[in-house]
């Protein structure tokens, strides 16, 4: 019996009873060919539901205009103009796609069909504007990302989007009211239940913190910028629209408007770390419903900062080069400050002696093409110094605040290890507001790096400074005054009178300083080719400006590093 019934699978049974009779094993045997097409079938339907939900979507939103032109032919003639135009406005405001005429057209329709369709439905005809309900909720959600506030509290609101309809539909049902018109009241009453339970729903979906963030890990150098991507996802995979800002000015998130549903967005947070800034970085979003009816405040978490001294990777620096495991040149970038090497290396020389590798801060007029076309490595060309080789390095120690100390010391320890890199030799004089610490001898190599380590120590806090006028040297202040001898005007002589006053004062400050004195006593003990100055340029300013230029006018090569606050 089974012999004479095992067939192949492309043949068909004659029968069905004979088919439904066949069993293998005491079990029935089923056709694999039905099975596949069952499988086929469903397959086919589930494909077509995507294609066909746009079309089926688009005959929805449609469904206003459609039914005023209908309804039209119901009414007299003003009022079939009117649904014509509105039937027209809409169609066109759906296909375009305009957002906000989709809106407004949508709510009118479903003001209007009722009344279209009164003399022909009664009372029943606001049943027909069920349907055009859809369209009001694809305005709404059109509507709902341009419409996000800024501002919103902690606990679920209506947003002013939703507040502005909810006046409208009250002011309307007011107006129905009064006129006793009670197909308009059944048309606000719609939108009320509508515009309702999308508020509650929205509410319901937005409590407890719509969205959730991924913060990221970063470890950055204090002053360097750093860039992190982090993701945000909706929670329960809800449609909602949201808002970024952040209160402080070192923090910048894109995008600013965004929306989420089942996917993630992907955030580009930048920021630039303060030594005392915070180590935790957080945005502050707006959230809204898909409507836009309801919106909360949510504060995110979006990135944590392991903030890295200045000072620490200067040392870092220092000790490797004090421990012979590498020169200064291999170190990375933050490590070393690029102002000292391009002060040094555009020096007064004119003689050509060698090429050597390019290094960060190496001004471009000063690349050998032909060497580094030869090597295939970017080379530079370097000069004898006709000046002196011996420099001073001249630093204040008072600091206001940890950032200024941060970066005094890191520009002490980047400029000794540039110096010694470059085979000079420096002597390193600091001071404060009341006396000088050290006056040292010129030293060099690592020698040199292990007195700047020791300056770094000693630094003194002190008050910060808000400086109103501009600083001014005692040698400016005298050639503007000069400037005014021959000036013969009541002006002129007033004028003469208060810059008087300022030399004065200006001279009492210079006169007194330690910074006076210490630059002198360098320029006599030493008489420096080059001084680098660092300073945040407080209390010393006038002190350090005079002496400064003093030493420019003797032909010493001189730059100042501010390293104040207000400088970063």
């Not at 135009?85 to 375009?96: I, M, R, Y």
Request: glycine share 8%; aromatic share 4%.
């Amino acid at each position: 019996m089974w012999r004479a019934c095992s067939v192949r699978r492309s043949k068909r049974c004659l029968s069905p009873g004979s088919c439904e009779d066949r069993r293998v094993g005491g079990l029935p045997r089923v056709n694999p060919d039905e099975r596949r097409t069952e499988s086929l079938t469903a397959i086919h339907a589930l494909s077509l539901i995507p294609r066909l939900r746009r079309p089926a979507a688009t005959l929805l939103l449609l469904y206003p205009a459609v039914v005023l032109v209908v309804g039209s032919q119901l009414d007299v003639l003003t009022t079939a103009i009117a649904a014509l135009v509105l039937a027209g406005a809409h169609a066109v405001c759906v296909l375009l796609p305009w957002r906000p005429g989709s809106l407004v057209t949508s709510v009118t329709c479903v003001l209007v069909i009722p009344i279209v369709l009164q003399p022909e439905q009664g009372a029943a005809a606001a049943l027909a504007a069920v349907p055009a309900l859809p369209s009001v909720a694809a305005g709404l959600q059109g509507m709902a990302r341009m419409t996000i506030p800024d501002r919103a509290d902690e606990r679920p609101a209506l947003s002013r989007l939703g507040r502005s309809v909810l006046f409208a539909l009250v002011a309307l049902g007011v107006f129905a009211v009064f006129v006793s018109s009670t197909t308009l009241l059944y048309g606000c009453g719609l939108l009320g239940l509508l515009l309702s339970g999308g508020a509650l729903v929205g509410a319901r979906r937005l409590r407890g913190g719509p969205l959730r963030v991924d913060a990221a890990l970063v470890s950055v150098v204090v002053g360097k910028p750093v860039k992190a991507h982090v993701p945000v996802v909706s929670r329960d995979a809800a449609r909602v629209h949201a808002w970024l800002g952040s209160a402080a000015e070192n923090v910048v998130v894109t995008p600013e408007r965004f929306s989420l549903e089942s996917s993630s967005v992907t955030l580009m947070v930048e920021v630039t770390p303060s030594l005392g800034g915070p180590t935790v970085v957080r945005v502050v979003s707006v959230v809204s419903d898909s409507w836009g009816l309801v919106c909360v405040r949510q504060e995110l978490t979006v990135l944590h900062v392991d903030v890295i001294p200045r000072a620490r990777v200067a040392r870092r620096a220092a000790r490797v080069f004090l421990e012979g495991r590498g020169n200064v040149r291999g170190l990375s970038a933050p490590a070393l400050s690029g102002a000292v090497h391009r002060f040094l290396s555009s020096g007064g020389g004119v003689e050509y002696v060698s090429s050597r590798l390019y290094a960060p801060g190496d001004s471009a007029r000063d690349v050998d093409w032909k060497h580094t076309a030869k090597l295939q490595k970017l080379t530079v060309k370097t000069y004898a110094d006709d000046s002196n080789p011996v420099g001073l390095i001249a630093v204040n120690l008072v600091v206001s605040d940890a950032d200024e100390a941060d970066r005094l010391v890191y520009e002490l320890v980047s400029a000794a290890l540039t110096v010694a890199q470059m085979s000079l030799r420096c002597a390193i004089a600091s001071y404060d507001d009341e006396s000088v610490h050290v006056l040292g001898i010129p030293l060099e190599g690592k020698e040199l790096v292990k007195e700047a380590l020791a300056v770094g120590k000693k630094l003194v806090s002190g008050p910060r400074w808000n400086r109103v006028l501009k600083v001014a040297s005692l040698h400016d202040v005298a050639r503007a005054r000069a400037r005014l001898q021959d000036v013969g005007s009541d002006a002129g002589a007033r004028l003469r009178e208060l810059l008087g006053l300022e030399e004065q004062a200006v001279r009492g400050l210079v006169g007194t300083h330690p910074a006076s004195s210490l630059l002198a006593a360098g320029q006599r003990r030493f008489s420096p080719g080059w001084c680098v100055a660092i300073s945040n340029m407080s209390h010393d300013a006038e002190a350090m400006a005079t002496g400064i230029r003093e030493m420019q006018r003797r032909g010493v090569r001189t730059i100042v590093l501010n390293i104040g606050s207000e400088a970063l």
